[in-house]
C-alpha cells in the first residue's frame, strides 16, 4: 500500500525520480584515503542508502583546484583516479536505490598556503579569512579562467562516474567570495554590482553546462543571507535566486544563511544543542516560493517531525537530515516500518563537525558504527548461543552494553548503585543548554526495555551478587570519581567540578577554576558560578583553554561567560593552597620559567578528570576466564574475544568506560559495542 506520509513521496527533479524527500546534505566525515573515497566512505554512504534514503550527497566539500587544498581530509576532485572511486560508491549506492551527488568547490581564502602543493590562497581581495588565517594573493584574470575550467574538467569526472548531479558550494568558499561584497573588492566585470559579483558563479555554471551536457542535473548551495552589515542581504538573496534561475543551468538551490568565517558564524548557521531547531526552515521557504526552483535545505533539522513539516508545508522539496543520520542511517528504514520511537536522536553534541574541524575524522557521539561501518554493526545480529550477561554500571558504556547484549538475545542484568541511570551525562544534562544529552540515555533505556533488560538501581554491586547469578559475561562500567589530588599542598581545600555542577557545594564569590583537563566539565563548572553572581578566573597550565570542548561547542559558552565577570588565564599552573585567614591563597607556577606567584580567592575548583572506580573489576578479575585480558588486535579489526588463561568454566570479564580511564562519551559507548557485539 503507498504511503500518505509527505517524506514518502517520490520527487521529480527533471529527468531523476528520487524515491523520498529524504536526504544528507553535502558533508565531509574526513574519510577519504589519499584523497579518495575508498573502502571506508563508500562503506559510509552505502549504509544510508540500504536504509532507505532518497538521496545522499557526497563530499564538503570535494576540492576542483590544486590551489584549493583541503584543510582537512576531503576528496580531491581534481585528479582522475577519483572517478574509479566515485564510480563504486555510486553504483553501489544506485543499486540500493539512492540517487547519489557531490559537493565541488574552490576553497579560496578558507584555507591556508601551507597545505598541498603550497599555492597561495586565492580570492577577490586581500583580506584573510578568520578561521584558517592565510593572507591571500588578489585573484588575477588568468586565475579565474583556468579555476573556471578546473570546475568544469572536475564535474566532467564526476559524470564519468555516473553521479546523478553535482551541487557547487557558494558560502563561505570562493564562489560566496565573489559574491559578496564583504569579500569582494574587484572591478567590473567579476567586481562592483550584484550582476558582476554574480558573474564568477554563473560562469563555472555555463562551462559546466556546456561540458557535461543535460543527464548531470546541477544546483548551488548558496547564502541567501548574510545576517551581517554590508554582506548579502535578503533581497540580494532573493535576487540570486532569480540569475540563477535565468541562466537555465540551475536545477536546483540549497539554502543556507549566514557566514562561515568564524566559529561563532559558523555554530549559527550550523546550530549545536541548545540552539533552536531548523533556525532557518521558513527562510528556506522564502526563497522556494519567490524563487521557483527545487529547494533543498538543512540546518538542525533533527527529528521526524520536523522534517515531515518542512514538506508538508510546501517550504522544501528536499529535506536534509544528514547530523539525524549520523546518529541514525536507518531512520527511513524506520520510518517505513512504523518504527520511528526506535530512531536513535541527534542530541546536537556536534561531537561530529567539531572533531573534523579539530583535524580528526567525523564521528557521532552516541552512534560509535558510523564511520566504522566496515568493523561495527548499525543493526546487531541475533547470537547463536543465549548467554547470562551481568553490567555493574548505566552510565552510556554501561548501557549500550546492555542494549548491545540484549539485542543479541542475552539476559541481561544490570546494577546500578544510584537511584537513575546515566552517570555522568545526567550531571551534564542539568545544563540547561545540554538537557538534549539526556536523550543519549533515554533512547537506550527504551531500547532495553523493549528487550527485557533487568535493572537493579539504588544497589551497590559486591562480588558476590555478581557470581550468585552464574554469568558468562561481566561488565564493570562502574566510571569514575573526579580527581583533585593533583597539589602539592592544600588538596583538602579545594573541590571538584562535579561539586558545582551538581549544586552540591555553593559557588563562592571570587572562584578559581583550575582546569587541565580541558574538557566540559570546567566551563560548565565556570558557567555555574557566573551565572550566580561569582567573579570567576579560569585558569589551565595548556596554551589555550578547554580544547576538549572543540570550536562550535566553546561559542555558547564565550556567549554566557564574555559578559559576566569572568577571565582566563593560560599557561599558569596551580601549584598548591593553603588557609590565609578566610581566604584561600593559591600558589601559582608555571611550565615555561620558574615562578612562585601568589593570589586569593574564596573558592577554589579543579578539573582534573576521573580516576576509575575499578575496586570490583580486581576483586573479580581473578575469577574470569580471560583475567581481564584484552586481545587489542581483535578489538580493534572487530573481531570476537576469545583470551583464555584464567579458571575453566567462568566468566568472560570486561571493563569499559571511565572504569578504565577517563576518557569520553564517545569513547564509552564505542566500548559498549564492540566489547558485547560478538558475546
Known amino acids: 500500500m503507498a504511503s500518505n506520509d509527505p517524506l514518502l513521496q517520490p520527487y521529480q527533479l527533471k529527468h531523476l525520480t528520487i524515491r523520498n524527500r529524504i536526504m544528507t546534505t553535502s558533508h565531509e566525515p574526513a574519510y577519504p584515503e589519499a584523497g579518495m573515497p575508498k573502502d571506508r566512505y563508500r562503506a559510509y554512504h552505502v549504509e544510508r542508502a540500504k536504509a532507505g534514503i532518497g538521496m545522499t550527497m557526497t563530499a564538503g566539500s570535494a576540492a576542483v583546484s590544486k590551489d584549493s587544498p583541503p584543510v582537512f581530509n576531503n576528496i580531491l576532485a581534481y585528479k582522475d583516479e577519483v572517478v574509479g572511486w566515485m564510480k563504486k560508491l555510486t553504483d553501489e549506492c544506485h543499486d540500493h536505490g539512492a540517487a547519489v551527488m557531490i559537493q565541488l568547490t574552490h576553497l579560496g581564502r578558507r584555507t591556508h598556503w601551507n597545505k598541498g602543493d603550497w599555492l597561495p590562497a586565492v580570492t577577490p581581495s586581500h583580506q584573510r579569512e578568520p578561521a584558517h588565517r592565510a593572507f591571500p594573493k588578489k585573484i588575477e584574470d588568468w586565475d579565474i579562467a583556468r579555476i573556471i575550467r578546473d570546475y568544469a574538467d572536475a564535474a566532467e569526472r564526476m559524470a564519468e562516474a555516473g553521479l546523478d548531479g553535482i551541487e557547487l558550494e557558494c558560502f563561505g568558499h570562493l564562489m560566496d567570495q565573489f559574491m559578496s561584497s564583504l569579500t569582494n573588492e574587484l572591478e567590473a566585470p567579476y567586481g562592483g554590482s550584484l550582476e558582476n559579483r554574480a558573474r564568477f558563479a554563473l560562469d563555472v555554471v555555463a562551462a559546466i553546462r556546456e561540458r557535461v551536457g543535460p543527464k548531470l542535473l546541477i544546483g548551488l548551495r548558496y547564502t541567501a ?64 516560493a519567490e524563487v521557483g526552483l527545487p529547494t533543498f535545505h538543512a540546518a538542525r533539522i533533527p527529528d521526524v517531525a520536523t522534517a515531515r513539516h518542512a514538506v508538508a508545508a510546501g517550504k522544501l522539496d528536499m529535506v536534509g537530515m544528514t547530523r539525524a543520520h549520523m546518529a541514525d542511517p536507518h531512520i527511513v528504514k524506520k520510518i517505513l516500518e512504523g518504527r520511528e520511537d526506535d530512531i536513535r536522536p541527534c542530541v546536537g553534541a556536534t561531537y561530529c563537525l567539531d572533531r573534523i574541524y579539530q583535524a580528526g575524522d567525523a564521528l557521532c557521539m552516541h552512534n560509535a558504527a558510523t564511520g566504522r561501518e566496515l568493523t561495527m554493526p548499525h543493526t546487531i545480529p541475533t547470537a547463536a548461543e543465549k548467554k547470562k550477561v551481568v553490567i555493574v554500571g548505566a552510565g552510556p558504556a554501561g548501557l549500550e552494553a546492555a542494549r548491545v547484549a540484549a539485542e543479541r538475545g542475552h539476559s541481561v542484568t544490570v546494577f546500578e548503585a544510584a537511584s537513575k541511570p546515566g552517570g555522568q551525562i545526567r550531571l551534564t544534562a542539568q545544563n540547561p543548554r545540554r538537557k538534549e544529552m539526556i536523550g543519549i540515555i533515554d533512547w537506550r533505556m527504551a531500547q532495553c526495555a523493549a528487550r527485557d533488560v533487568e535493572f537493579r538501581f539504588d544497589t551497590w554491586a559486591e562480588a558476590a551478587d555478581i557470581t550468585a547469578l552464574n554469568p558468562d559475561v561481566v561488565v564493570i562500567a562502574t566510571g569514575g570519581l573526579p580527581q583533585t589530588d593533583v597539589l602539592e599542598a592544600g588538596n583538602d581545600l579545594v573541590v571538584s567540578s562535579w561539586d558545582i555542577i551538581s549544586g552540591d557545594v555553593k559557588p563562592g564569590s571570587n572562584v578559581l577554576v583550575y582546569d587541565d583537563a580541558g574538557d566540559h566539565s570546567g566551563l560548565q563548572a565556570a558557567e555555574v558560578a557566573a551565572k550566580a553572581g561569582a567573579k570567576v578566573e579560569i585558569m589551565t597550565p595548556d596554551r589555550s583553554f578547554a580544547p576538549d570542548v572543540m570550536a562550535m561547542n566553546l561559542v555558547p559558552y564565550m556567549r554566557s561567560l564574555q559578559d559576566r565577570d569572568v577571565t582566563f588565564t593560560v599557561t599558569f599552573r596551580l601549584t598548591s593552597v593553603a588557609k590565609d585567614g578566610n581566604q584561600l591563597k593559591a600558589v601559582i607556577g608555571s611550565d615555561y620559567m620558574p615562578l612562585a606567584k601568589e593570589r586569593h580567592f574564596d573558592q577554589i575548583v579543579v578539573n582534573h578528570g576521573t580516576l576509575p572506580m575499578d575496586e570490583l573489576y580486581f576483586e573479580l578479575k581473578p ?55 560478538d558475546v
Request: proline share 4%; hydrophobic share 40%.
Open 225 to 288: 543571507d548574510e545576517q551581517e552589515n554590508g554582506g548579502i542581504t535578503e533581497e540580494e538573496g532573493v535576487a540570486i535566486g532569480h540569475l540563477f534561475k535565468a541562466s537555465g543551468n540551475v536545477d536546483f538551490l540549497n539554502i543556507v544563511r549566514g557566514r562561515i568565517h568564524t566559529d561563532p558564524a559558523m555554530t549559527d548557521m550550523i546550530p549545536v544543542q541548545g540552539m533552536k531547531s531548523a533556525p532557518h526552515l521558513d527562510f528556506a521557504g522564502r526563497i522556494r
Open 623 to 677: 575469577l574470569s576466564v580471560n583475567l581481564g585480558e584484552v586481545d587489542y588486535d581483535a578489538l580493534i579489526v572487530g573481531k570476537p574475544q576469545t583470551v583464555n588463561g584464567g579458571p575453566k568454566g567462568g566468566f568472560r570479564l570486561f571493563r569499559i568506560g571511565d572504569a578504565v580511564a577517563a576518557r569520553n562519551t564517545h569513547a564509552a559507548i564505542y566500548d559498549g559495542l564492540r566489547f558485547l557485539k
